[in-house]
């Protein structure tokens, strides 16, 4: 199940995964833990919304960009 839908937007899992980052939680083990989704799953999510340019990673951490604060 894809995080990013073919138009570009984020799907459940992926609005699941921006809310999480929302809320603080910017590991991808707290991002799991927070949206109930298995860590791989998360993981490969997340690298799927930093290429649409919803999260921003760095030094193993996630943030929101203002694409993805407006998809929320």
Known sequence: ???VSPDGKPSE???KMLGSVSAGKTS??????????????VRS????????GYVAE???R???TDLGRAAL
Not at 46 to 52: D, G, I, K, S, T
């Open 1 to 3: 199940m894809p995080c």
């Open 13 to 15: 899992s992926g609005v």
């Open 28 to 41: 991808v083990e707290d991002i799991a833990a927070a949206s109930g989704m298995p860590l791989f799953r």
């Open 45 to 52: 999510g997340l690298r799927e919304l930093a290429e649409a």
């Open 58 to 60: 760095q030094d193993g």
């Open 62 to 64: 996630y943030s929101l």
